[in-house]
Each structure stands twice: as structure tokens, then as C-alpha cells.
């Protein structure tokens, strides 16, 4: 049996929503991944996706608070 990092790495077991495996599969053969790869892919690219968010909701509030400062008028 191989062993590796795979191996070893952590594991964790989901259920899917019905007809969720099929459309991963189909993309995983698609692009000639695994599915594991393209699942791993897709949660990477959404937790990166989330922390850009938070950045942007973020500089926005921000923005927002500093717009309702009041504004002195030089005379």
C-alpha cells in the first residue's frame, strides 16, 4: 500500500446533496482531475474569495463611517 502525504493528510467525510457527486465527477473528468482535486480546488478558491470579501466589506465600512464624519468649512 503507498504511502505519502496523502496518506496522512487529514480526512473528512461529507454528504452530499443529491446529484452533487455526479456534477463533481463530470467536471473532475472533464478537466482530468480527480475528484479530491477539484473539490479541494473549488474550497480554496471560495475561502479565498470569502477573505478577499471581508477585505472589500471591510475598506467599505470605512469608507462609509469616515463619509459621516462632519466636515469643517474653512472660513
Known sequence: MPTGP???ADKFIVR???GLRGR???KAY???E????????A??????????FEI????????AEANQSP???SD
Open 24 to 26: 463533481i465527477l463530470t
Open 71 to 73: 466636515i469643517k468649512k
Open 16 to 18: 452530499l446533496p443529491e
Open 43 to 52: 474550497l480554496e478558491r471560495y475561502l479565498d474569495q470569502e477573505d478577499k
Open 56 to 63: 472589500l466589506l471591510d475598506a467599505l465600512a470605512k469608507q
Open 6 to 8: 496523502s496518506r496522512t
Open 30 to 32: 472533464n478537466r482530468h
Open 34 to 41: 480527480s475528484m479530491n482535486t477539484l473539490i479541494i480546488k
